[in-house]
DNA sequence: CCACAAATTGCGTGCCACGCACTTAGTGCG
DNA sequence: CGCACTAAGTGCGTGGCACGCAATTTGTGG
């Protein structure tokens, strides 16, 4: 009954549109960070493309505007939150599933090149935004089920989901500010201890 | 020793950019509402400009984007949020000052119709994202303010803004999705009261 | 082996953001 | 009360992008 199934498909179509939006990806990002914050506007499309062995009008197959390119690895990270937390143990309080699924998103650390370069830049930021926003209904999602509430009526998962999702946003970019000594775990654990104590369900 | 200060200028000049401003953000969500939310596209620049009375190279002297123009209302009030905290008196606790300034920050409760178009549009949504994010920062340095901490050092100022803004997105996107018979205001409180109890410093 | 489906690509079209230069309108000072 | 100065509005030209359409190549299944 899930809402949304991600299958891991063994068709060798599939496998290979996997590969280009990846590429694609890959590409889109790593030409914005050699152009830095600044030089957004200098990534050509045609470039993107270039860079991934692909033509211009494959690109635009697959994204529709160079941010959504570009913060696709990022997109494609937030969504896997819902499952994992759904893959923690049904009789986990949810605070200690929330961290668990949060620490375990967070595996491996994504590329502090990289959402230094998203976070640092203003539209690219918009376009994660977006990005986190998608994945706070399959978390709600997945807390409705560990509550036995309904994210279509009840304001409670949704605000958890929204607040988790912050939470790990916020970490995020403390994270690539600071010198990066302290681990990506860390921070997000302290992070979310602050908006933790309000999973008291009320209603 | 405000980090962001919105004068109000009594300048003819200034009024004037303000008014067209204005015009053109409420003309071009009057359009987009008109179109409904799958004829964006509709939505040309030249109906903006025309309908708000002004040049197509005007119009985008004041935004770079449609999406812009077209939340520019929803931006221009979440930005109010921070200021508004600030105003509550200082000796009050933080848990009583945030949930009172989010509700005067509803007053007067925001336009159904525009709202609903923001958050159903899935382009705009990205938008008004990027507006409440902005909104953060101010409050999050509200917040500071109140709790003595550092918004560039620490993380509990920024997690509770942006908590407090994924609480009141969410109730917004809650209230125009129902029927509309329980006010913004009621909905705004059951929102905060999910995550305020993590009002709790640690730090 | 063959018909079918899906992905890639090239081309053409309409739209848009933005730099530049010019005009028009407010402002402040002598 | 003019007069220089500044700032907003505007027209034009350019580069770029998203996307529909149709042809081609590349897997898939009977």
Redesign the interface.
Known sequence: MHATDDEQPRDLRTRRKLETREAIGAAALRLAIEQGPDGLALVRVRDIAEAAGVSPRTYNNYFSSREEAICAFQADRARRLGRILRARPADEPLEEALTAAVIEHAIPPPDRAGLRMIMET?EL???A??AF?LAERPLAEAIAERTGTDPDRD??P???A??V???V???G??WVTGDGSEPFAD?LR??L??????V?R??
């Not at 201890?193 to 309000?198: E, G, K, T």
């Open positions: 203003p930021e918009g376009e935004l977006k926003a304001l409670y949704n605000v958890m929204a607040a999702a912050a939470a946003r916020v970490a970019r403390h921070v302290r992070a201890a602050h908006i933790l104590p309000a008291t009320k209603e």
